[in-house]
């Protein structure tokens, strides 16, 4: 009785093992749209000796069994089993019928053969190899078929090929003819502009370039638009944010109507229209000399009780070191490569001079939706962690969620991770690192990986990569695909940055 009450309890577990696995398998396929498939997994194994091949079988079967694998020799059934194998797309149906194992299509993935997965883009550019398989990797990020949107972060340490990367994305964009702005707040890239004709703007103390930041350029809406004066105050309450420190509600209203006092003494309202003149029996839009200055806003803080510390805290950008951001702006941007070099500004004043340079390339990349453009925003934490303020994030955010319908790519670039997702628990950080199809992670450090990882989905294996990655590899984040590369160059290419490289060491070490 025992042993036949213990034989039925046996059928009674693999009935109901056998019911379950059927009820899964009906959900996988009738809620998850799996398929199933029959898998056949068949094992050569060679010796020359006898006693080796018994052993070699042996250990096979044990290591499969300690896995969970259920293994049947072929006695008799060598020659179909070695036909089955070889590249002829022939399975024998002598051991079809006892090989066969059911799986869904999830299962089937993981038994891919490739472990990494490779891009190639055909009208894209040469990026680098691919570390496992040594595949070409070409991207076009400006596909809109295939991504989202054009945008790219970049991170890395300090000598973990960042900049070099960045400097190779922009030559090879260059004699593609795309056009592209580059904010440079540690003067990295004016050799590198030298050597490809580009337009370098040095804003500092010590140089006649002049950017009036109450300009109102036509380009700053779009075509069948209205709103310049309302456009612009938002971008100048952003601006003062970060020269008075975060603002409260009742300071902004008076501080903005201290603006449409000054625009106003200009005859510029919130009517469109005033932003025209005549000249020359010709209706044209407004130029910098007909827009107020820093002066105009400092003299009319000082008539008002309510705004005489703003007056004070104004006092170096009209008479002290910063004077030379009240002037009207003298530039021309015609070039397809701009590099706004911001270095001399100071540590403390890079912010103003980032966010100046941003606001004007913002309205030159608005100008025409049919030309490729980018913008690079190196030290991007400085417009959107801690030391910036609300606004400010929010302009640069709407950049990277926008800048795609006009045809544009962000570029942002940092080596502050921990800073980037400072601003307010890094939601800023974070909609940059969503809004943007293309993520290039260099060599970090253990508390940056960590930080980064809160905000974008990293797996074990990736993490400890990234903290291991040599000079000049990355951690490619391209749509669905993670992908461990090595940057590659010509070596016409790479004698051109590392020499920018050295120079610039000993440029800014003089």
């Not at 398929?35 to 091949?53: C, R, V």
Request: hydrophobic share 35%; glycine share 4%.
């Amino acid at each position: 009785m025992d042993i036949k009450n213990n034989n039925n309890r046996k059928d009674i577990d693999i009935a109901s093992y056998t019911y379950n696995d059927a009820k899964y398998i009906r959900k996988e396929m009738q809620v998850n749209n799996e398929e199933m498939y029959f898998l056949y997994i068949y094992l050569n194994t060679y010796s020359n000796d006898k006693k080796e091949l018994e052993y070699l079988i042996d250990k096979i079967e044990g290591l499969s069994q300690s896995r969970g694998m259920q293994t049947r020799k072929g006695t008799f059934r060598q020659e179909q089993c070695f036909l089955s194998c070889l590249p002829i797309m022939n399975n024998e149906s002598e051991i079809k019928e006892v090989a066969k194992r059911n799986i869904l299509t999830s299962g089937l993935s993981s038994t891919y053969p490739f472990i990494s997965s490779s891009i190639y883009d055909e009208e894209g550019i040469f990026i680098g190899t691919n570390i496992y398989n040594n595949s070409l990797i070409f991207i076009d990020r400006y596909d809109t078929k295939k991504y989202k949107n054009a945008n790219m972060c970049i991170f890395g340490t300090s000598g973990a090929g960042k900049s070099f990367y960045t400097k190779l994305l922009i030559l090879r964009y260059r004699l593609l003819g795309i056009e592209q702005y580059v904010i440079d707040p540690e003067r990295e890239y004016n050799i590198l502009g030298e050597n490809l004709n580009a337009t370098i703007i040095k804003l500092g103390p010590n140089f006649n370039n002049y950017i009036n930041i109450f300009d109102i350029r036509k380009e700053s809406i779009e075509e069948n638009e209205n709103g310049y004066l309302a456009t612009k105050i938002s971008k100048l309450i952003g601006f003062f944010n970060l020269i008075f420190g975060n603002l409260d509600e009742e300071e902004k209203a008076i501080l903005e109507e201290k603006i449409i006092m000054i625009y106003k003494e200009k005859n510029i309202t919130f009517e469109d229209d005033t932003l025209y003149k005549e000249e020359n029996n010709k209706i044209i839009f407004k130029v910098s000399t007909d827009m107020p200055k820093l002066e105009d806003l400092y003299r009319i803080c000082g008539q008002d009780e309510r705004t005489k510390k703003l007056k004070i805290k104004m006092i170096p950008f009209v008479k002290g070191s910063l004077n030379f951001l009240n002037n009207y702006t003298n530039i021309e941007l015609n070039n397809k490569l701009i590099i706004a070099d911001i270095y001399d500004l100071g540590e403390e004043n890079l912010k103003y001079g980032m966010y100046i340079f941003t606001e004007l390339f913002w309205d030159k990349i608005k100008l025409n939706r049919n030309i490729k453009k980018a913008i690079y925003l190196d030290e991007i934490w400085r417009l959107i962690g801690v030391t910036s303020n609300r606004d400010v994030a929010k302009f640069i955010y709407k950049i990277f969620k926008t800048i795609r319908k006009y045809g544009g790519s962000s570029v942002a670039i940092t080596q502050d991770i921990s800073d980037l997702f400072s601003l307010e628990d890094g939601i800023y950080g974070k909609s940059i690192l969503n809004n943007s199809s293309i993520k290039t992670f260099f060599s970090l450090e253990e508390e940056n990986i960590n930080v980064l990882s809160k905000f974008i989905n990293l797996s074990e294996k990736e993490k400890v990569e990234i903290k291991s990655l040599k000079t000049g590899e990355c951690l490619m984040c391209v749509a669905d695909n993670h992908i461990l590369s090595k940057i590659e160059s010509s070596d016409f290419e790479k004698n051109i940055i590392e020499k920018i490289i050295k120079d610039n060491y000993y440029l800014n070490n003089d």
